[in-house]
């Protein structure tokens, strides 16, 4: 099923910027779907965007349109999401993942990300 790694969470204030990053081993990533999910405290797993293999074809949910930004580099295995204009509505814990939402599903550790000031 292979392996995910997040990393580059971190505190930021209201309106800053962070880039997240997921480093995949043990499968073929560009073959993949893939995409980010956010859990925020006290609440359950949320969707928040999603890329395509081949064509690269990219979704957001409604809140992050426009501020979040998902990419991938097959030849690094890596999967990206920029994030610009954040809220404190935003903090929660991001994950990557493959076949989300079904049996199969793989899922990293998670980065926090925490909007304050």
């Known amino acids: 099923q292979g392996q995910l790694v997040e990393s580059g969470g971190g505190l930021v204030q209201p309106g800053g910027s962070l880039r997240l990053s997921c480093a995949a081993s043990?499968?073929?990533?560009?073959?993949?779907?893939m995409n980010w999910i956010r859990q925020a405290p006290g609440k359950g797993l949320e969707w928040v965007s999603s890329?395509?293999?081949?064509?690269?074809?990219?979704k957001y949910t409604d809140s992050v349109k426009g501020r979040f930004t998902i990419s991938r580099d097959n030849a690094k295995k890596t999967l990206y999401l920029q994030m610009n204009g954040l809220k404190p509505e935003d903090t929660a814990v991001y994950y990557c993942a493959k076949n989300w939402g079904t049996s199969s599903e793989t899922r990293g550790q998670g980065t926090q990300v925490t909007v304050s000031s």
């Open positions: 043990g499968f073929t990533f560009s073959l993949y779907t």
């Open positions: 890329i395509s293999s081949g064509s690269g074809l990219t």
